[in-house]
C-alpha cells in the first residue's frame, strides 16, 4: 500500500525558512519521481517542486532560487527546503507520485507564514 506521509510544516515569519519531510513506502522509491506541491485556501492545488529518479529537480517558477528538493534512497524520503519564505507560500503542502498513471498524495502539512 503506497504511503505518503509529510511533516515540517508549522508557522514561521516572513524571510524566514522551513523544512518539509515526505516518508515514502509501499513501492520502489527510487523507480519513481516525486513532487511537491500546495493549496492556499480556496485556491486550486499548484505544483512547486519535483525531482526525478535521476535527481534531475524542477521549480514552480516562484520557489526557483528559494527552494530546493532532495530524496534519501536510504531512508525513502523526500525534503523540501524552503527558505526567504513569504507569506503567500503559506498553505498545505502535499507529496505526490504517479504510479502506474494512478496519483498518490499525502494528506499535507500546513505552512504559514505570518508576522
Known amino acids: 500500500q503506497v504511503q505518503l506521509v509529510e511533516s515540517g510544516g508549522g508557522r514561521v515569519q516572513p524571510g524566514g525558512s522551513l523544512r518539509l519531510s515526505c516518508a515514502a513506502s509501499?513501492?520502489?522509491?527510487?523507480?519513481?519521481?516525486m513532487r511537491w506541491y500546495h493549496q492556499a485556501p480556496g485556491k486550486a492545488r499548484e505544483f512547486v517542486a519535483g525531482?526525478?529518479?535521476?535527481?534531475?529537480?524542477n521549480f514552480a517558477d516562484d520557489a526557483k532560487g528559494r527552494f530546493t528538493i532532495s530524496r534519501d534512497t536510504a531512508k525513502n524520503t523526500i525534503e523540501l527546503q524552503m527558505n526567504s519564505l513569504k507569506p503567500e507560500d503559506s498553505a498545505i503542502y502535499y507529496c505526490?507520485?504517479?504510479?502506474?498513471?494512478?496519483?498518490?498524495w499525502g494528506l499535507g502539512t500546513q505552512v504559514i507564514v505570518s508576522s
Open positions: 525531482i526525478t529518479t535521476g535527481d534531475i529537480m
Open positions: 509501499g513501492f520502489r522509491f527510487t523507480d519513481y519521481a
Open positions: 505526490n507520485t504517479l504510479i502506474s498513471w494512478v496519483e498518490y
